[in-house]
């Protein structure tokens, strides 16, 4: 069955980094478009990053663009998330999901920025 296992969330100050990883199991991973969502409470939802089935292109939030970075590893069905020059407005829980949101989602990590 489909398994998303996100990890590497915490809390970091403004201007600080953090590596998002996500496991994934159950389906095909290496041809399948991946993307990056967070979501904040009382809000929808919203993608952040999306990357080509082998890695080759890449898409990102106008919010996040210059500071955050895609990547996976398909020997490793593992995604990525490197986020640099971390804004307060990045605090959310992250998720990562195939670009066409497969169920079931994962339980997502908690990026919390603040000083």
């Known amino acids: 069955q489909v398994q998303l296992v996100e990890s590497g969330g915490g809390l970091v100050q403004p201007g600080g980094s953090l590596r998002l990883s996500c496991a994934a199991s159950?389906?095909?991973?290496?041809?399948?478009?991946m993307s990056w969502y967070r979501q904040v409470p009382g809000k929808e939802r919203e993608l952040v990053a999306t990357?080509?089935?082998?890695?080759?292109?890449?898409n990102y939030a106008d919010s996040v663009k210059g500071r955050f970075t895609i990547s996976r590893d398909n020997a490793k069905n593992t995604l990525y998330l490197q986020m640099n020059t971390l804004k307060p407005e990045d605090t959310a829980v992250y998720y990562c999901n195939t670009f066409t949101r497969i169920e079931p989602w994962g339980q997502g990590t908690q990026v919390t920025v603040s000083s």
């Open positions: 159950g389906f095909t991973f290496r041809s399948r478009v």
């Open positions: 990357i080509s089935s082998n890695g080759g292109s890449t």
